[in-house]
């Protein structure tokens, strides 16, 4: 998908205003209806019709009328979101190209002010292959809080804390610098993927880094799940890295032996292809000493001295909750049990670090936002005070709040979150008061979107 950041330059305070506004109605509605989108963004003389139809110009939106009128984000939409919030925060100031294509993801340079190159992972849960996205749904299509950028979002904060915690023990891993939503932001890895590489000066050196990573991450209570040749970096001075986290499991797994099995069997695999290590079992008459390792050295799981919870301090101040990894992981399971050892990734051919052709991003500078999770903080605010659909005492507010909120045309980016998230607690109280089961998801799938309510909608629109 083609990221273009030019666009961002030319987006207005109300286009991030309704942007966001559409964000926030998606932890309800798979499609937002317009009208909600219209309360929450509450712009002046139903300004937020004209603000979507730029918005869907440029595929920041897409629009479903099919059940009711209505918009959801797009992954270009969200990217923009994130974006911007990086660029408030001072974490970078251009977008580069593209430098690596993932199963689930798309990797770009940015680049700071300094000119320090960095790497940003947007996380792209959702675009795997059908069968799964399928199987996916069926399990997800009963909860309200799923969509994929929240899943997608689930995917980044793990892969941040993962990626900080190992960085604190020592692990071979890039520099976690800050996420939000559903993209990361690291350090620039100069190498390419194993994959690419088709000699090495010591293999064998190589192979034994590679493998006693797999041991020390079990020795840490973790499984990475995905360690193979598409996700180990490796430089001109065969210095090792290893990347992409958001699919490592505890050693404590019900499955954990099959998948640090897994692993190890593909490092196995791909070194015997690759570069010709043969690991025949050992045996005195062989005088080859380039025959490393024979197959009895191979780690076995249950001889490994594993402290499961080592990392767990480390990924709770990141902000990663044991609740976070239950969703995700119920997600990501059905793919790793789905996949075969096959990988079938497709990675870039490319991973050159030459700088050229960043796009520079002169956006209004904002208050730089402090936490990675400030965010997340408004949004589990959200739906705990959805949870309980009683007692929201916001949802009683005067009109003069929401004029006040109009006003604010300058707030930074947490203070327009914070906003919004105010205006949509209360679109969604007075929903509930007016017409009980309103728009919702699930309500209008159940009724063949026929329900009175949509008509209701319909009608308020057609007044704009
Ligand atoms: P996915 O989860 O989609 O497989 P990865 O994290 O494995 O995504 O990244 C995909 C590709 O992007 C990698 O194979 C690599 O080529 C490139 N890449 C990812 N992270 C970095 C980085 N920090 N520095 C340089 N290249 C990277
Ligand atoms: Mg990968």
Redesign the pocket.
Same mark, same amino acid.
């Not at 690291?186 to 993927?193: E, F």
């Given at each position: 998908m083609k990221l273009d950041v030019d666009v961002l330059r030319y987006l207005s305070k109300d286009d991030f205003r309704v942007l966001t506004a559409v964000e926030m109605g998606m932890r309800n509605h798979e499609i937002v209806p317009s009208e909600l989108i219209g309360r929450i963004a509450s712009l002046k003389h139903g300004g937020t019709y004209k603000v979507l139809k730029n918005l869907l110009k440029h595929k920041l939106v897409h629009h479903d009328s099919s059940k009711y009128d209505g918009f959801r984000l797009t992954y270009l939409g969200y990217d923009f979101l994130a974006i911007k919030t990086m660029v408030n925060r001072g974490v970078f100031t251009a977008v580069g190209r593209q430098?690596?294509?993932?199963?689930?993801?798309?990797?770009f340079e940015v680049a700071s002010e300094d000119g320090t190159v960095?790497?940003m992972?947007l996380?792209?849960l959702g675009r795997t292959s059908f069968r799964a996205v399928k199987s996916k749904r069926d399990y997800l299509r009963h909860r309200s809080s799923f969509n994929w950028l929240y899943l997608s979002r689930l995917a980044a904060l793990k %892969?941040f804390a993962f990626m900080k915690a190992l960085e604190e023990h020592g692990f071979p891993v890039?520099n976690a610098v800050d996420c939000n939503r559903h993209c990361v932001v690291?350090?620039?890895?100069?190498?390419?993927?194993l994959?690419q590489v088709k000699q090495l000066q010591n293999p064998d050196t190589v192979f034994e880094t590679i493998i006693g990573l797999v041991v020390r991450l079990a020795e840490h209570g973790l499984i990475h799940c995905?360690f193979n040749e598409?996700?180990i970096?490796i430089d001109d001075d065969e210095k090792v890295?290893m990347?992409?986290f958001?699919q490592m499991v505890s050693v404590s797994h019900r499955n954990a032996q099959m998948y640090f099995d897994r692993d190890i069997e593909c490092i196995y695999k791909f070194f015997g292809k690759r570069f010709n290590l043969s690991f025949e079992e050992h045996s005195d008459d062989i005088d080859n000493s380039e025959v490393v390792p024979d197959e009895s050295s191979r780690p076995s799981f249950s001889s490994i001295t594993k402290t499961a919870g080592f990392l767990d301090k480390e990924l709770a101040a990141s902000g990663f909750t044991r609740k976070d990894e239950d969703e995700i992981q119920k997600f990501i399971e059905g793919d790793v049990e789905e996949d075969d050892l096959s990988h079938g %990734?497709h990675?870039?051919e490319?991973?050159q670090t030459n700088i050229k052709g960043f796009d520079s991003l002169h956006l209004d500078q904002e208050e730089p936002t402090s936490s990675c999770n400030e965010e997340d903080q408004v949004d589990e605010n959200l739906q705990s005070s959805e949870a309980g659909q009683s007692g929201d005492p916001e949802g009683q507010n005067s009109s003069s709040e929401e004029e006040d909120n109009e006003q604010k045309g300058d707030e930074d980016d947490t203070e327009l979150v914070k906003s919004l998230a105010k205006q949509r607690r209360r679109a969604m109280a007075q929903a509930r008061k007016g017409h009980k089961n309103t728009a919702s998801r699930n309500s209008y799938k159940d009724k063949g979107g026929k329900s009175s309510n949509n008509s209701k909608i319909q009608k308020q629109l057609s007044s704009w």
């Open positions: 430098i690596g294509v993932g199963k689930e993801s798309d990797i960095m790497a992972k996380h792209r %892969e890039p690291m350090s620039l890895i100069q190498g390419y993927p994959v995905d598409f996700n970096m890295t990347i992409d958001p %990734e990675d870039s490319l991973c």
